[in-house]
């Protein structure tokens, strides 16, 4: 008798132990899943993405930002700001990825606060751009493009952290996602030459946010 009950309990907390390790392969599977859809989605796109320079961990970080701060204010015209902001926005989320990879959290959380900002700065712009009347479509359509790509190194980004426990910076690169998606619409509406292209990238963006929908839906109900 005294055999059965150390062997149920033994069975009992081998299960305990084991549902942690069961729900974190379904979370990863599913995000597995998502990142895998956004890069078919956007196979047909080359990705821009820079080799990274120095990373928000380095001494002398602060001087690459003063850089990029002087560049950009020392920029008028609204259609050349933006495309600064997003070559510099590009650079921040290559420094992210590099972050990561190198076990580099805390890193990884400023580098893509940067990136969100100028994200951010690169729609304002391209808005002033047209708004004065200016053709910003090659422009737009290359943010549009890019913002897409973005999201597939996102994700898996977003992957690594998760699958480290580190929820604080997966949780700022979740919010980077939502960014993206933003920026991509935006960058869509500012596109009034090519109907065509206009419509196929449109479409992309809303394949790709209802994959990350449904993936964190399902998340949630297996939680």
Known sequence: MKKL????TMLVVISMLALPVFAQELETNSQDDAAQAIEEETSDIVSTIPEPGLTPDSPFYFLDTLVEDVDLA?????????KKAFAFAEEKLAETQ???NKGKQNAAEKATKRHDKLLADTNENLGKAKALGKDVDVLATHV???TLKHLAVKQRVYDKLVAKGN????EAVKNSMDKSLNGHEKAVEAISKNKANKEKLDNKGKAIKNKIREVDEKEGDED
């Open 167 to 170: 929820l604080n910076a997966a």
């Open 74 to 82: 020392l920029t008028r015209a609204p259609e050349k700001k933006a």
């Open 98 to 100: 590099d972050s990561v």
């Open 144 to 146: 549009a493009e890019q």
């Open 5 to 8: 009950l150390v062997t149920g």
